[in-house]
């Protein structure tokens, strides 16, 4: 019986193993090149895209915030904002170490050709870098960020 898509069913999509063209798991045929899909390959395909996806949309995230942080000691010393920049510092100072723990934890052993991988784990090392800098600065008086 073949399968029909609904609106609970869910569509993921993979890359075609023969042409590299995205495909969804829905499909039996590649419809570029017409290859033949196992079903249970599509799937597994499927969800290592959906995995890397996410990967590299969290590590975007810590990037946004990471700038955000920086916005945010600047908006301190604007009359009237200032209070928004203190404590949207503060709630960051904490969230991006929290974020940058939880991408390492999850995505560290993810092995993959998508080409966008090495730059969202690169982005994830160069923001570490710079909050263990922070931290290090601060921790020895050089980088003084008192609320008032």
């Known amino acids: 019986m ?9 569509v993921q999509v993979f890359p075609c193993p023969n042409c590299g063209q995205t495909i969804n798991t829905s ?9 033949l899909l196992d079903r ?4 597994q395909a ?6 890397v996806s996410k990967a590299v949309s969290d590590a975007s995230y810590v990037r946004i915030l990471a700038g955000v942080a920086i916005g945010f000691i600047f908006l301190r010393f ?9 404590f949207g510092f503060a709630f960051l100072e904490i969230a991006i170490p929290v974020l940058l723990i939880r991408w ?15 730059r969202a784990k690169k982005t994830v090392v160069l923001t570490a870098a710079g ?10 008086k050089i980088v003084v960020i008192s609320p008032f």
């Not at 499927?46 to 995995?51: D, L």
């Open 104 to 118: 390492w934890v999850r995505y560290r052993g993810l092995q993959t050709t998508d080409p966008d991988f090495p």
């Open 27 to 35: 499909m039996q045929s590649c419809r570029f090149c017409g290859a």
């Open 2 to 10: 073949p399968q029909t898509l609904n609106l609970t069913s869910e």
């Open 78 to 86: 604007l009359p009237f904002v200032g209070l928004i920049g203190i």
């Open 46 to 51: 499927a969800n290592e895209t959906s995995r």
């Open 131 to 140: 909050v263990v800098l922070f931290f290090v600065l601060r921790i020895t």
């Open 40 to 43: 249970d390959a599509s799937l």
